[in-house]
């Protein structure tokens, strides 16, 4: 039970930095694009650290499953929150109140919502892939 919790506990971790790679490449840095890669491939290390420990601490049981569930999740966060991104960025109020726009850093949407169907596809395929191998484990019982 607890090896079940701490393995929840590391998938959530892992989900989080997934989140912080997709918000990051949203970003709109000014220097040269590799520059931003470099940033979002390091936030990946401990994004994949996680997902791996998590995996690890529950003897790689079902690893498929829980590791898309967290690309999905942090991938679906990321979407709520670009959403109110743009939501505020369209307010008139908002343009108001902060009429330098502070949000303006928040605009590659290219990169952005590439980095974020790559990983939404890696989840799905990796849930998928693992549903296929339940629906053979049944399949063989019957």
């Excluded at 840095?29 to 491939?41: E, P, T």
């Amino acid at each position: 039970m607890i090896r079940k919790i701490i393995s929840v506990f590391f998938y959530v971790l892992g989900g989080f930095f997934v989140y912080m790679v997709c918000l990051l490449a949203f970003s709109n840095i000014q220097a040269d694009g590799v520059h931003k890669f470099v940033i979002i491939g390091v936030f990946s290390v401990p994004a994949l650290f996680f997902l791996f420990l998590g995996a690890a601490t529950y003897r790689f049981q079902k690893w498929k499953s829980s590791i898309g569930i967290a690309l999905l999740s942090g991938v679906s966060i990321n979407l709520l929150v670009i959403v109110m991104f743009i939501s505020l960025q369209l307010s008139s109020e908002f343009n108001e109140m902060y009429p330098n726009n502070q949000m303006d850093t928040f605009n590659d949407y290219i990169s952005g919502f590439a980095v974020m169907m790559v990983l939404a596809a890696l989840g799905l395929f990796l849930l998928l892939n693992n549903q296929s191998k339940v629906d053979e484990a049944h399949i063989g019982l019957d």
